[in-house]
């Protein structure tokens, strides 16, 4: 049974990690990252680098979605902007990778306040309407702005280079995809301990309320759309330097209901929803193509048949968690924490 976590100061209960377990658990999973890639092959490095660009996406979503109530379908329209910013720059001006990175995800929160404007008059279904609307929007610029996105054949991505090293492998960028993924999250972990923060969840809460108590509504909605496409930018980013190429078929509308499947399977309004409902997420497809290769021999035309299975699989989790576990996989973790923390009495 958990004891002495009592807060005997301010300082104490607004730490980010309570107590000394938990900042030693939190030095453990950093050295098991360190130690991760060592340890498996490039496909399971790959899939890390993947998990990690769609942790980062998915949390940027959540701050606008879980934290501050404001449904968005254009997540992946906004990692578009962050793509084809960073592609551009290294492409044609080769400017260094990490001031890539930061501006793309600056011109993606200067796109996401554009088409967060709408978010003031209207909400709900009408504010994701709006969303889907910007997502077309995007993709018809991304396609016929050939003088600069090259249209349908998109722009190649030369490799990133950090202290004069080739980024041009999965082992490689890990070390730098996996390390802004934690400082982001970190970010988001704490912005929700300040005044901006605070806000949001008010505005989520009760925007009327929120306004009356001198929140100004406008400014704060647009500043989390802002966040929201800013992390969205900054893994648009990553992903074109992960993938070398970006076309406008890249950021598609499933991957913006990917990364909303994300944080419901997750947990809405938390940050462990978005890291645990973004790994989950990325994981699935591939255990469907592991389903499919056992079953294959047995049925050979089960790629063709089940190929639409990704998308049903999606919906189907979307569903089942908010009839069964609104919550997410985040109350989960929370009931299997609590239990051991009442061990050896009853909950």
Known sequence: MRIASAKESYATDEALFDSAVQRA?????????????FTVNQYWAYLACLAAINVISATGLNILTGYTGLVSLGQAAFM????????VLEARLGTPFLLNLLLGGCMAAAVGMVFGIPSLR?????????????????????????SVTKGVSGINVPPARLFGIDLDTPFKLYWVIV????????????LFRTRVGRAFIAVRDRDISAEVLGIPLLRTKLTSFALSSFYAGVAGG????????????????????????????GGMGTILGGILGAVFMTLVPELLKLGVGVVSPFW??????????????????IV????????????????????????????
């Open 320 to 347: 089942g968690f908010l009839v069964f576990e609104p919550q997410g996989l985040t109350e989960m973790w929370r009931r299997t924490r609590r239990f051991f923390h009442l061990w050896p009495f009853k909950t």
């Open 25 to 37: 658990w939190f030095a453990v999973l950093l050295l098991a990252l360190a130690l991760f890639p």
């Open 179 to 190: 390390p802004l993924a934690v400082l982001m999250l970190l970010g988001a972990a704490n």
């Open 238 to 265: 990553l992903w074109a330097y992960f993938f070398r190429v970006v076309t406008p078929e890249s950021f598609p509308l499933l991957m913006s209901i990917f990364f909303l499947a994300a944080i419901i399977v």
């Open 122 to 146: 209207v909400k709900g279904l009408y504010l994701a309407i709006s969303t889907i609307a910007a997502s077309f929007i995007l993709h018809f610029v991304f396609a016929n702005w050939t």
């Open 80 to 87: 578009g902007v962050g793509a084809y910013t960073v592609a």
């Open 300 to 317: 050979p035309e089960a790629a063709v048949v089940l190929s639409p299975v990704r998308t049903v699989v999606f919906g189907a989790l």
